[in-house]
C-alpha cells in the first residue's frame, strides 16, 4: 500500500507532457466583460456628484472618485455637444467652431465621441447634465405615448458628442475630463503640457544628423513602436473606467447619452484613467506632423522626414491593432471592434496639391501651428560641411 503511494504522488508530481501543453489553449477573447456593464441612469441621477475635479500631475485637469465607488458603478456623465454627423470636412470644421468659438483649434478631435442612439434626446432619465442638442434630435414622445413605442417611432440617428472642456462641472458631467491612462510620447516629451500635444513633439521621434544638427534625415520607428507597446501593455492594469452608452426601457435601442462605468472597485481620491486608445494619441503625432508639413514651409529634408513620420504612425498604428485589442478586451475597457487602425492618409503631394481643396481646409485648420524655430535658422545659414 505504502509503495502505490509512493508511486501515485511521484506521477501526480510529474511534469506535464510537452505535447500536452501543446494542446492548452488560452481563454478565448470576447467583450464579455465590457458588455456586463450597464448604466443605471435613473440611480445615477438621484445621487450626488460622486467625483470630482482635482490638478492631475503632468496632465492639466483630472477626475477623481469623491467617494469609494464599487466596480460596476456609474460615475459621471460625458457631456457636450450632440449634434448630427456632418456629411462633409467642412461640416466638421464648421460644428467644432460654432461650439468651441475661438479655441476650437485646440480642442477638435481631442474631446469627441462618435455614436448611434435614438432621435429621442431625452429618452433616458431627465438628463440630470445632459448635453446641448443641436439639428433634429428635438424629437419628444407624446404624453400618453409609451416610451418604448417613441423610440421606434422616431428611430435612431449617427450623432457625434462633442465633450464640454471649459466650465464643466460635476453636477452636469465631465466624463469628457478623464485622463488617459499614460501617453504615446517621444522621449524628449515625457512630461506633457496640460495633457495635449504639440506639433514640435513629434521630433523626439525625428533622428537628425550627428553632422548639422537641424534637418532630420530619417523617423526613429523603433522608438514610436516601443512608445506604442509599452502604453498598450498597461491598458489592462492602469485603467479603472469605461464610456458605456446607456440603453432604453425594453427597445433594446440606445439612448445618445455616455457614462463612465467604473471597472474595478475605485478609493475615494483616486483618479479616474481611461483608455483612448493608441490610434487616439497616434493620430495626434500625425495631426503634430502634418500641420508642420502644412504651415511651417519645412525645407525639402524635412518635409521628407516629416513625411515619413505620418506613414510610420499609420504602420504602427497597424501594428498595435491585435494587442490592444486583447487588453481593452481583458480589461473590459473597450470593445474590441472600437479598436481600429489609423486610415492611411493620401500622398502628402496630392494631398497638398495647389488645387486640392484638402489644402485649404488644412490650411485653416492648423493656422498657427508651432513651428520649429531651428529650421528657420538652418534654411537661413546652411554652413558649408567638411
Known amino acids: 500500500m505504502r509503495s502505490w503511494l509512493v508511486v501515485a504522488v511521484a506521477q501526480q508530481a510529474a511534469p506535464l507532457n510537452p505535447l500536452r501543453r501543446l494542446l492548452r489553449r488560452p481563454p478565448p477573447i470576447s467583450d464579455a466583460r465590457y458588455n456586463s456593464w450597464t448604466v443605471n441612469v435613473e440611480s445615477y441621477e438621484r445621487a450626488s456628484p460622486r467625483v470630482e475635479l482635482k490638478e492631475s500631475p503632468g496632465a492639466g485637469t483630472g477626475v477623481f472618485a469623491a467617494q469609494d465607488l464599487k466596480e460596476g458603478s456609474t460615475a459621471t456623465e460625458y457631456v457636450g455637444l450632440l449634434a448630427e454627423c456632418p456629411d462633409t470636412r467642412s461640416g466638421d ?8 468659438g475661438e479655441n476650437w483649434r485646440k480642442y477638435c478631435q481631442r474631446y469627441e465621441i462618435g455614436l448611434t442612439g435614438a432621435r429621442v434626446a431625452d429618452a433616458v432619465g431627465r438628463a440630470k447634465g445632459g448635453s446641448v442638442v443641436a439639428g433634429s434630435l428635438k424629437t419628444t414622445c407624446n404624453v400618453d405615448e409609451d416610451l418604448d413605442a417613441c423610440v421606434t417611432r422616431a428611430g435612431e440617428g449617427e450623432y457625434v458628442l462633442l465633450g464640454k472642456v471649459e466650465r464643466a462641472t460635476v453636477d452636469e458631467g465631465v466624463a469628457q475630463l478623464i485622463n488617459d491612462h499614460s501617453t504615446i510620447r517621444a522621449p524628449s516629451h515625457l512630461t506633457p503640457s496640460e495633457g495635449s500635444l504639440r506639433p514640435s513633439d513629434v521630433d523626439g521621434f525625428v533622428l537628425k544628423d550627428s553632422a548639422w544638427p537641424y534637418p532630420p534625415v530619417a523617423v526613429d520607428g523603433a522608438a514610436l513602436r516601443r512608445a506604442t507597446q509599452e502604453y498598450v501593455s498597461n491598458i489592462e492594469s492602469e485603467t479603472n473606467c469605461a464610456l458605456v452608452q446607456a440603453t432604453i426601457g425594453s427597445s433594446g435601442l440606445f439612448a445618445p447619452r455616455i457614462f463612465a462605468v467604473c471597472t474595478r472597485d475605485i478609493k475615494k481620491g483616486e483618479e479616474l484613467r481611461l483608455t483612448y486608445g493608441a490610434e487616439w494619441w497616434l493620430a495626434q503625432l500625425r495631426r503634430a506632423a502634418l500641420a508642420q508639413v502644412v504651415s511651417c514651409a519645412p525645407s525639402p529634408r524635412r518635409a521628407a522626414a516629416l513625411e515619413a513620420m505620418i506613414r510610420a504612425v499609420e504602420d504602427v498604428s497597424v501594428d498595435a491593432r491585435d494587442a490592444q485589442a486583447a487588453a481593452c478586451a481583458r480589461a473590459g475597457c473597450m470593445p474590441r471592434a472600437f479598436v481600429q487602425p489609423l486610415e492611411r492618409m493620401a500622398p502628402l503631394d ?36 567638411k
Open 93 to 100: 470644421l464648421a460644428l467644432y467652431q460654432s461650439y468651441y
Open 350 to 385: 496630392e494631398l497638398l496639391a495647389d488645387d486640392s481643396w484638402q489644402k485649404i481646409l488644412l490650411a485653416e485648420e492648423f493656422l498657427g501651428a508651432e513651428c520649429v524655430v531651428d529650421e528657420i535658422y538652418a534654411d537661413a545659414f546652411q554652413p558649408t560641411l
